[in-house]
């Protein structure tokens, strides 16, 4: 048996080669799945997937927990093939097995090699070794698609798990139920976490292209062959099937509303059985959003690491609506079941989804999705204000129709406000501000501090209103949640609090935007002139002592008060003024640059525990959201030639590998990472995350010699928008002048209407600043 697994491990090896071989340079082509799998969470690694979709449909190595699990590079193994890997969600471990028993153990792992696997967008293949197995994964937005071939001889079997560790959830019960002899149905339920406070269900429905056999099963109660007995939070099923032919297709509809729907996905989705062309399918999806974006110039590698990041820009905020509208809401505790507004044909105007907080969008998808995928961004805000309607507050990082209240503030207040700037309104603009104020004020979601689920004092935010900062400690103690550092929240609120004031001056509500633009200021509140940091201060205004701007975690969220003390996106200048002038501003920061390159500008691998201490002590961090925006602030203080030297330097040291070891320090969130490599590749930002009327955008230095960016005609009159940089190589970093329709221009910015008019921009590059 040996000897023929062999063989036909080299068989599919030498099939995979000449696949590889046969590759074209189009974008999907282009992207490497494996980029920092060695480190990646749950929901980062994709392959069989559409972009948004329901279904991500991957192996994992590993299953304990949200950090470290999923698909790991390094792990040698196969415990099942998941159709689910979302935030705070899972669902569906399958395994294609042979000449496998109940009894004992039930550890149906398999070793598996990368020389015989095949990823990339839509589709993974991999041998499982201890079978001989061939497996091959692709997926429709809600349905995963299985091919496997087994080998001639052995039992053929799948096995289905129904409960236990699963990711970030603990499966608590599941139950299958056999439809005729080629169909299956059930759910699974996500047992609640400290994160998402619900139990949540997950549906499924399975289609198999021959006939069941047998099927036997486990609980806990053991090893049964009643169908109905196959249930409870450790359980699961065995199917086999006659061994007269190789290949077996099983199709997996998933629905987060009942497993009526999730058939109906399915049928709607999938009625076929040509594997090959959804495969196809899936790819050229990947194709058309990835090619919105076509570059030219650099190396291989430079284009190769674009299309990965602009592909991570794309994935793990998920559907969770069901192809006719229906949707779960969780948000009162009670799974029920809604509906999206249909349009005149009955299709659904929109599709819900599930997200990672937008807690650092404002300098990554706010300014990608609005610019590139406007129809994107149109459909999250919808879908924020479905969360609305159902649970009385805009949200900022869903689960599966629950509010997990991930990170801070009123994240998705910026990502609104941009949208409406950039004449993205195909929604209720009305309740969204109606739903952004409330969010803004006590009972609101800013009250809230990191999953603080059934009060609202761990934000702190009767303190930010009444003596114009948040406090660190929290008088209130630290029971009500996490990521509680007071200068974090009261800087945070700041920002967010102007953006919201532009929207309310954008409405003609006059007294809205006193009331915010007032409270936009709090941020001089919480620095410290003699350390010329921001500082954490107690409820009676003393200041934290000692104090050490370079520790981590000491009042700062995911940050130490070197990365934190540059969040104040909407007023640089005041910022400024309070460190004793822009140049004073300037040599601080760029100081901070120098120091940070030492170590890679980043604090090592983000959630784990770090073996050097002194990363953690990193004045730029550009592994997390606090001060990735640091490189542009330069340019907003009037010293562009800074941004370009050191933007391009990160570049080149955190957002250049194409190996599994690197990548995003394991801490990608869900495209806000991916997003930032591609604007800062392209020279294009945001410092206020385009919140502003018309917004502008700041010009970096664009690592390629062309860039076009595709419009969408829904949205923007123009039809492309070209950025040129000529004499451009890796020691011409500086813009020595630039052209906007053979227009010299003046000063390195443009407005969000004459991007999205259309046009050329054209840069020439030099290896000397221009200050």
Avoid at 485 to 510: E, N
């Amino acid at each position: 048996m040996m000897i023929r697994q062999l063989c036909l491990t080299l068989f599919f090896l030498q099939i995979s080669l000449v696949a590889f071989a046969q590759t074209k340079d189009t974008p999907a082509d282009l992207v490497n799945p494996y980029v920092d799998s060695k480190n990646s969470r749950w929901f980062f690694f994709n392959t069989a997937t559409r972009p948004f979709g329901m279904v991500n449909l991957s192996p994992d190595t590993d299953t304990g927990g949200a950090w470290g699990s999923g698909y790991r590079y390094e792990s040698d193994s196969i415990k099942g093939l998941s159709h689910v890997h979302a935030w705070q969600l899972s669902a569906l471990s399958v395994l294609p097995v042979s000449d496998v028993t109940l009894e004992g153990e039930r550890n149906f792992a398999s070793p598996f090699s990368h020389e015989t696997e095949i990823v990339k967008p839509g589709y993974h293949q991999l041998i499982l070794d201890r079978y001989g197995i061939k497996v091959e994964l692709t997926s429709t937005l809600r349905t995963g698609f299985h091919r496997y071939t087994f080998p001639k001889n052995g039992t053929q079997q799948v096995m289905i798990r129904l409960g236990g560790m699963l990711g970030p959830s603990n499966i608590i019960d599941g139950e299958l139920t056999q439809v005729n002899k080629t169909t299956l149905q059930g759910h699974l339920i996500n047992g609640s976490t400290i994160r998402r406070p619900n139990d949540t269900p997950v549906f499924f429905a399975i289609k198999l292209n021959r006939e069941i056999s047998e099927i036997s099963g486990w609980s806990e109660d053991g090893v049964t062959s009643t169908l109905s007995e196959i249930k409870g939070k450790d359980s699961g099923a065995l199917l086999t099937f006659d061994s007269n032919k190789e290949e077996l297709l099983m199709k997996v509809g998933i629905s987060y509303v009942s497993a009526a729907q999730a058939m109906l996905n399915l049928d709607t989705e999938l009625a076929h059985w040509d594997f090959e062309k959804t495969k196809k399918e899936s790819f050229d999806e990947w194709n058309s959003y990835l090619g919105r974006i076509k570059v030219e110039g650099a190396t291989e590698k430079d284009r190769r690491r674009f299309y990965t990041d602009l592909f991570h820009a794309l994935q793990g905020r998920r559907t969770i609506s069901d192809v006719n509208g229906k949707y779960a809401d969780l948000t009162s505790g009670t799974h029920l079941t809604k509906q999206i507004p249909v349009d005149d044909a009955g299709k659904p105007k929109f599709r819900h989804f599930n997200s990672d907080s937008f807690w650092g969008a404002q300098w990554t998808i706010n300014t990608l999705w609005h610019l590139v995928y406007p129809e994107i961004t149109e459909e999250f805000v919808n879908s924020m204000l479905r969360y609305y309607v159902d649970g009385g507050l805009i949200p900022r990082g869903p689960s599966g129709g629950n509010y997990t209240y991930v990170m801070t503030g009123a994240s998705s207040t910026p990502f609104i406000v941009s949208a409406y700037q950039k004449g993205i309104r195909g929604f209720d603009v009305e309740l969204a501000y109606e739903g952004l104020k409330k969010n803004h004020r006590p009972g609101g979601i800013m009250d809230k501090a990191g999953y603080e689920h059934k009060t609202s004092q761990g934000g702190g935010l009767s303190y930010y209103l009444k003596n114009g900062y948040v406090p660190s400690p929290n008088p209130e103690g630290t029971r009500f949640g996490f990521h509680q550092g007071g200068p974090s929240l009261t800087m945070d609120y700041a920002y967010q609090d102007w953006t919201l004031a532009q929207l309310a001056k954008a409405l003609g509500d006059g007294a809205g935007e006193q009331e915010f633009l007032k409270r936009s200021g709090n941020y001089k509140n919480t620095f410290d002139t003699e350390s010329g940091w921001m500082r954490p201060r107690d409820a009676e205004g003393n200041w934290k002592t000692p104090f050490d701007a370079y520790e981590y975690g000491v009042g700062f969220n995911e940050a130490n008060g070197s990365q934190n003390t540059w969040f104040v996106p909407h007023d640089l200048e005041g910022l400024a003024e309070l460190m004793g002038g822009k140049e004073k501003a300037i040599e601080r920061l760029n100081i901070s640059f120098q120091e940070a390159e030492k170590l890679g500008f980043t604090s090592g691998t983000s959630h784990s525990q770090e073996t050097h201490p002194e990363y953690r002590r990193v004045p730029i961090n550009y592994g997390n959201q606090p001060s990735i925006q640091t490189a542009f602030v330069f340019h907003k203080l009037g010293r562009p030639d800074l941004t370009q030297y050191w933007s391009r330097a990160v570049v080149k040291r955190v957002y250049s590998d194409l190996s599994p070891e690197n990548g995003y320090n394991g801490d990608e969130d869900q495209g806000l990472m991916g997003s930032l490599a591609v604007l800062m590749k392209i020279g294009l930002f945001q410092m206020n995350g385009g919140t502003e009327a018309d917004p502008a955008y700041q010009i970096g230095s664009p690592i390629f010699d062309k860039i076009t960016i595709e419009l969408n005609p829904k949205y923007y009159s123009g039809k492309e928008f070209i950025i040129k940089a000529e004499a451009n190589n890796p020691s011409n970093v500086y813009v020595k002048s630039a052209n906007w329709k053979n227009q010299v221009l003046d000063h390195l910015e443009l407005s969000h209407s004459q991007i999205t008019g259309g046009g050329e921009l054209k840069l020439e590059m030099s290896d000397t600043g221009v200050k």
